[in-house]
């Protein structure tokens, strides 16, 4: 789960709510997370029937997209449901949930900056596209990617390591990024991370973008579709960025709705860590054909069409 989204389950818990509530809150939560994570799971599996998916390194990079997403998901359910369950866990224990949230919040953007930078190649230089964006090189960009998340999330359990007495990591916490690795030195890391990303990632769909929009084959349908999926790149990353701001947004919502606080909080929640979640399977698993044409044959557990490559 990402850390804006942990926040925000933070909120929920510290204002405790009814039973009711609170099956409601749990209920809505694993419906919609399950939900996602069937459909991305069908997406996994539709590319991995067919070899024209798995040797196309657009797909590759979708691939990569949903999987980081359904863990992410997966993550965040087992944090809110645990918040109501059990509330706070061994440091120990929380430790893992919170490093893969971290990787995965900060894989994200930069996987959508690559999908940007692929459309870009296939509509402005298509006839060096094959050499351009190969199998061999999508990989390694995508062990880039994973490297430089891992690189940048694990210095916090390492300082956390360095400076915290031992019998921290056996006290009991409720499970957040601020509790598990309490550093200020570490808050202010994250902080720079993200404003680096955010010019990073922004630069790139920008350009990405102008440059499709301005291209000589502006007119062709492959062009206009590319500028449609690289704005949906740019709102996917936009409500993937604003759990960086989840801090602030908290604030202002205790004092803005200070009796209905909790109810604030999941709401944002649900925008913030469950919405961009479902944007991955449109983008490719509803608009485009191809894919479309092998994953409603598996949503609905029915065999593959003919002509598909296993």
């Not at 947004?249 to 205790?254: E, F, P, Q, S, T």
């Not at 944007?279 to 894919?291: E, L």
Request: charged fraction near 15%; proline fraction near 4%; glycine fraction near 4%.
């Amino acid at each position: 789960m990402s850390e804006g989204a942990l926040a925000n389950v933070s909120g929920v818990v510290e204002y405790r709510d009814s039973l009711g509530k609170a099956v409601v809150k749990n209920v809505v939560v694993l419906a919609i997370g399950l939900s996602i994570n069937y459909i991305d799971v069908s997406l996994m599996y539709t590319f991995c029937k067919h070899q024209m998916f798995y040797s196309n390194p657009r797909y590759i990079l979708f691939f990569t997209l949903v999987l980081n997403d359904m863990i992410q998901m997966s993550v965040g359910i087992t944090l809110f449901v645990n918040s109501y369950a059990r509330y706070r866990i061994t440091v120990m224990s929380c430790a893992p949930f919170i490093l893969t949230a971290i990787i995965t919040t900060e894989n994200t953007p930069l996987i959508l900056a690559c999908m940007a930078g692929e459309c870009y190649v296939a509509v402005r230089l298509p006839l060096h596209h094959a050499r351009i964006c190969t199998v061999r090189r999508t990989l390694l960009l995508i062990a880039s990617i994973l490297t430089i998340s891992v690189v940048s999330a694990f210095p916090d359990l390492f300082v956390t390591l360095a400076t915290e007495r031992r019998d921290f990591f056996s006290s009991k916490i409720f499970c957040l990024r601020e509790t598990a690795f309490p550093s200020k030195k570490l808050a202010q890391k994250r902080d720079i991370t993200y404003i680096v990303y955010l010019i990073l990632v922004w630069s790139v769909i920008f350009f990405t973008y102008f440059k499709i929009l301005f291209t000589a084959q502006a007119a062709g349908k492959d062009a206009k579709k590319a500028r449609r999926t690289i704005v949906l790149h740019g709102v996917q990353v936009l409500l993937c960025m604003t759990t960086y701001a989840a801090p602030l947004v908290k604030d202002a919502l205790l004092r803005v709705f200070p009796k209905s606080y909790s109810d604030s909080l999941f709401a944002c929640y649900i925008i913030v860590q469950v919405w961009p979640r479902s944007i991955s399977p449109i983008i490719y698993g509803v608009r485009d054909k191809c894919f479309r044409k092998y994953l409603k044959h598996y949503l609905i557990c029915r065999t593959a069409p003919h002509g598909g490559t296993s």
